[in-house]
């Protein structure tokens, strides 16, 4: 009998530290951060335990369930919703949301994830039905507004707080799909054919430009040259009209240089008839006597030409060329033009006294009625022009 009772006092005892243990394990909690644990009492709701360490009362105290604080992120399945243009699209939400209230997390909802699923569901079709599928797409950030504010209203009371709803995704119908890459596909080639344009019209207007600028400086060019060519042979002939006033040319060099014309004037395949002038018998005795030193005639009826007689003192070529212009063009071109006139009076009267110049019977050297005829008398050569 001792024996017995000794064993079952040590039960006993044993018995006791178990509890004890169990009792103080379940009476000592320590609570991690961001965790709240609600706390029933006999059944009903005591407390709320922040995080930290906290002592229960064993057998009494029990933990309903533990909440956590952070923010979380749901991700729900597709969910099908019609368009106001009966339209069928795919939707992908994701929510974001903070449980602020651990106790009425508990005891206002039963699941409150699958009670924010659903209600963003319902609110979704509710918000896309009344927008056509092109609005579905460009209005995202109004869409997410919506629902978050229907959902963060319905969820206040449950002790949770809505921070965003995001649109992962909206997937109209395949057919839809094609038709929308078609329509953009045409956009942007036509964005492509007005751009070819802009740039094709540019060119055009670019080399229109820079044709017009270069012909107008190649006719101001040409018109440049020709101004300063027609000046250079203006100063040229002027040059050499003053030479030969100052070089006091005689009647020699004038029937000479009168002489290298004349193959000048017949030149041409198209000249069967060659006019020669009452004057080149003139010519042709000024260059014998010039050449043979005599003093004869040149011809029956052509007076003898009288020796030029210098009128003073010549100058010497490379001076005269080297003294610059005459120093008025006008008069100088004056006195020449009267000289010419003068030239071609005595000419004219000397074909009227020898008869019609335009015969053809003097051009071939015969008379009228036959035989040979005589060279027309031809008047003596006009004097030199003074120098200077």
């Known amino acids: 009998m001792e024996s017995f009772g000794q064993v079952l006092l040590y039960l006993i005892i044993a018995l006791v530290v178990i509890v004890g243990i169990v009792a103080v394990i379940r009476a000592v909690r320590i609570v991690?951060?961001?965790?709240?644990l609600v706390v029933e009492r006999l059944g009903r709701y005591s407390k709320t335990l922040d995080p930290g360490l906290h002592v229960l009362v064993p057998f009494v105290?029990?933990?309903?369930?533990?909440?956590?604080l952070r923010e979380q992120v749901v991700s729900f399945p597709p969910q099908p919703v019609i368009t106001s243009d009966n339209l069928v699209v795919e939707i992908d939400t994701v929510i974001y949301f903070q449980v602020t209230d651990a106790k009425s997390a508990v005891y206002e909802i039963a699941n409150y994830i699958t009670a924010i699923e659903q209600l963003t569901v319902t609110t979704l079709r509710n918000v896309i039905g009344s927008m056509d599928l092109e609005q579905t797409l460009t209005s995202r950030d109004q869409i997410n507004g919506q629902l978050r504010g229907v959902l963060d209203e319905a969820t206040g009371r449950w002790?949770?707080?809505?921070?965003?709803?995001?649109?992962?995704?909206?997937?109209?119908?395949?057919?839809?799909?094609?038709?929308?890459?078609?329509q953009m596909r045409a956009e942007r080639d036509r964005r492509a054919a007005i751009l070819t344009a802009e740039g094709v019209k540019q060119s055009a207007i670019l080399t229109a430009e820079g044709q017009k600028q270069s012909e107008i400086l190649k006719a101001e060019g040409d018109a440049q040259a020709q101004i300063l060519r027609a000046e250079g042979e203006s100063r040229a002939i002027m040059q050499v009209f003053e030479a030969i006033h100052r070089g006091d040319a005689d009647p020699k060099l004038l029937a000479y240089q009168y002489l290298q014309t004349l193959p000048q004037i017949a030149n041409g395949t198209s000249n069967t008839t060659w006019v020669i002038p009452t004057e080149f018998t003139a010519a042709l005795g000024n260059i014998a006597q010039g050449f043979g030193g005599g003093a004869g005639p040149a011809g029956p009826g052509v007076p003898p030409v009288p020796p030029s007689t210098p009128s003073g003192p010549r100058e010497p070529a490379?001076?005269?060329?080297?003294?610059p212009l005459l120093p008025d063009p006008a008069e100088a071109l004056a006195e020449a033009q009267r000289q010419a006139e003068a030239a071609t009076?005595?000419?004219?009267?000397?074909g009227t006294r020898s008869g019609d110049p335009f015969d053809p019977s003097h051009e071939r050297g015969q008379r009228p009625g036959g035989g040979s005829a005589t060279p027309p008398p031809v008047p003596p050569a006009p004097p030199a022009p003074p120098a200077g």
Not at 165 to 174: A, G, Q, R, Y
């Open 32 to 36: 991690p951060q961001s965790v709240a």
């Open 61 to 68: 105290d029990r933990v309903r369930a533990g909440v956590d």
């Open 159 to 182: 002790g949770i707080r809505v921070n965003r709803v995001e649109l992962k995704s909206i997937d109209p119908p395949p057919s839809v799909q094609g038709s929308m890459e078609q």
């Open 318 to 323: 490379d001076s005269v060329l080297d003294e």
């Open 345 to 350: 009076a005595d000419a004219t009267s000397a």
